[in-house]
């Protein structure tokens, strides 16, 4: 089957500026094959009914789940902590509006296959408050105890805007950015291919922080250190310095970073949605009209996974946290991939050696947040001297590092991330409790703006999280060190089973952590659909011949294999 033909995209289906998540590692069009009218594929009637186990309710485990049940399938889904996964908005209470987005807070046009599920679900999005964005009115960049304020780019004092052009440039020179940007609009799977391949090779072994320094953009300290505490797009990125430039340039290419929206009422709304969304007759196999996964279910998830064997012939036999024992002839792992080392008792012949040490060595980035509701959006409160706002979407070297101002309207009560920090910076927060970890914020942030008294218009607790801490999940998303290229290629190229001994089929993983984006939902889902057609073949289904599916073009556009 021709890769070209998986491959074509009207401009409809992708991205403003014509960029989606496409590759550059696997450059297939999850986005389309999703909305094809023909479906994503069939299974055997004798399949119909069929039990397949899915280890987690989180966006992989229910879109895994969702498109399962389409098909005609039994998916049986088991969650341990709480449906959504990290997709967790927490409401703040007595107050029904407002959520904190613990998990994933702001979403790139670029992930076009995750708003497909966003548009299936019915909800709606729009512009988050980045920094030096539209959607922010403000920024006020603090370094070294030096705020400066800026509306727009153009605001900035030149050494900033010195340092943006430097990463440009850097890109542009070293990276060929225009136009793998060009390839990908285009999806033009050789040219992503002729660019992207060399680098894997190159690059594999190089840090973020390497990067920068051995080029001559970012010959000076004080630039890399402004760099990476500005950073581009979202914010300072110095604590992603000690991972492999491939999964910066991924982001840079897919501009992930860029043009985010946030979903009105919490990204929550869609593993919610997704559980009780029945789908039309016509485009589910099998079951009848109304059949959603929480009908199927009879009520919520099964409890989480504790043990999990292989029993003849070919089953998988999981035993969860009630002590009920189901065996299936197949299962998707969604959780992250640290669960089956820690939480769940396996069986070692679920995965050859090899992928066990992709999974040992999986590395995730800690990461915290803290949120507070507030009365009213004073932030907008003009400075009668300066005719500034009052306060401002905040990058510092502060604890801190990023605030965001999250408004609901005029005079309504909203919301502020007093930080998001990641690594070092997260670690920093771990022993502190909710109020104290406030306290600290508020004494930096105080510093920045004497004139504010924010503490007066905090109106509930600070809700707070430490994705380290969490036992179901043990780190925010995984990012892979220099070295990890291989580890990751085994994980994501694991749905591909015709390739294994048949001892080791039937176990399928997905998840951000298994992508090659991960971090970004957009990962999820679409490892999702790999497991999903991992699923169905395993099974003795196909795709359609208009629609062919990842495995299917697998030959055709897959990842770089390096050597040993
Ligand atoms: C701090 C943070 C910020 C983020 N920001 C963004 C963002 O802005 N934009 C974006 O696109 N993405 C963002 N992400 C990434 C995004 O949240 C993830 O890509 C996505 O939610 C992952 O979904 P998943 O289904 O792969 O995994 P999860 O959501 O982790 O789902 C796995 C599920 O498995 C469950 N589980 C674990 N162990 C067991 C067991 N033994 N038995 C049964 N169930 C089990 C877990 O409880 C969990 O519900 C962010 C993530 C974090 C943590």
């Given at each position: 089957m021709s890769a070209t033909r998986t491959a074509t995209a009207t401009r409809?289906?992708?991205?403003p500026d014509g960029?989606?998540?496409?590759?550059?590692?696997f450059p297939f069009a999850y986005d389309n094959h999703v909305r094809h009218?023909?479906?994503?594929g069939r299974v055997p009637p004798?399949?119909?009914?069929r039990e397949v186990a899915v280890i987690g309710a989180g966006c992989a485990g229910l879109v895994t789940a969702f498109e399962l049940m389409k098909l005609g399938l039994r998916p049986v889904v088991y969650e341990?902590?709480?449906?959504?996964g990290r997709m967790r908005s927490e409401r703040f209470a007595g107050h029904a509006g407002l959520v904190a987005e613990?998990?994933?807070?702001r979403f790139p046009e670029s992930s076009t296959t995750l708003f497909h599920y966003f548009d299936r679900c019915g909800l709606r999005t729009r512009p988050f408050p980045n920094p030096?964005?539209?959607?922010?009115n403000s920024t006020v960049i603090d370094l070294k105890s030096r705020p400066v304020y800026a509306e727009?780019?153009?605001?900035?004092p030149p050494i900033y805007r010195k340092v943006l052009k430097a990463w440009d440039d850097l890109l542009e020179n070293r990276a060929a950015f225009a136009a793998m940007q060009e390839a990908i609009r285009q999806r033009d799977v050789a040219a992503i291919k002729a660019i992207w391949n060399p680098q894997v090779k190159r690059l594999d072994d190089c840090t973020f922080y390497q990067f920068l320094a051995h080029s001559t953009e970012f010959a000076s300290f004080r630039d890399r250190e402004i760099f990476g505490q500005?950073?581009?797009?979202?914010?300072?990125w110095d604590t992603d310095f000690?991972?492999?430039m491939l999964e910066i340039l991924r982001v840079a290419y897919t501009s992930a970073d860029d043009n985010h929206r946030a979903v009105i009422g919490g990204v929550q709304q869609l593993p919610e949605t997704l559980w009780q969304l029945a789908p039309s007759r016509d485009e589910m196999a099998h079951w009848p009209a109304g059949t959603s996964l929480a009908l199927l279910h009879e009520g919520?998830?099964?409890?989480?996974?504790r043990e999990i064997y292989r029993t003849h012939p070919g089953n998988i036999t999981l035993v969860d946290q009630s002590g009920a024992i189901r065996t299936y002839p197949a299962m998707v792992m969604s959780a992250q991939v640290w669960m089956l080392l820690s939480q769940i008792r396996c069986d070692?012949?679920?995965?050859p050696a090899d992928h066990w040490t992709a999974i040992e060595r999986t590395h995730y980035t800690q990461s915290s947040k803290t949120f507070v509701a507030v009365?009213?959006?004073?932030?907008?409160?003009?400075?009668?001297?300066?005719?500034?706002?009052?306060m401002s979407t905040t990058l510092t070297d502060?604890?801190?590092r990023s605030t965001y101002l999250l408004g609901e309207g005029d005079d309504r009560p909203g919301v502020i991330c007093l930080s998001y920090t990641w690594n070092d910076d997260a670690l920093k927060w771990l022993p502190l409790s909710a109020s104290q970890r406030m306290d600290v914020m508020l004494e930096s942030l105080g510093e920045i703006?004497?004139?504010?008294?924010l503490r007066r218009h905090i109106i509930t607790d600070p809700i707070t999280v430490s994705w380290e801490l969490e036992p179901y999940f043990m780190g925010a998303f995984k990012a892979n060190l220099p070295g990890h290229y291989r580890y990751q290629h085994r994980l994501f190229t694991?749905?591909?089973?015709?390739?294994?001994?048949?001892?080791?089929?039937g176990v399928f993983l997905c998840g951000d952590d298994v992508s090659?984006?991960?971090?970004?939902?957009e990962g999820a889902v679409t490892t999702a659909l790999n497991a999903v057609w991992g699923v169905m073949r395993h099974l003795g289904g196909e795709t359609h011949p208009d629609n062919p599916g990842p495995g299917d073009v697998f030959d055709a556009i897959a990842p770089l294999e390096l050597d040993d």
């Open positions: 409809r289906d992708i991205g960029i989606s998540m496409f590759g550059p590692d009218p023909a479906g994503i004798d399949q119909h009914g341990a902590d709480r449906l959504g613990l998990g994933a807070m030096l964005t539209p959607a922010s727009g780019e153009e605001d900035l500005v950073g581009f797009g979202t914010g300072g000690p991972n492999s919520p998830p099964r409890p989480g996974v070692e012949a679920l995965f009365d009213r959006p004073f932030w907008q409160d003009k400075d009668p001297r300066t005719g500034r706002d009052a502060r604890m801190t703006y004497p004139g504010v008294n694991h749905f591909m089973q015709d390739r294994l001994p048949p001892g080791y089929q090659w984006t991960a971090g970004w939902a």
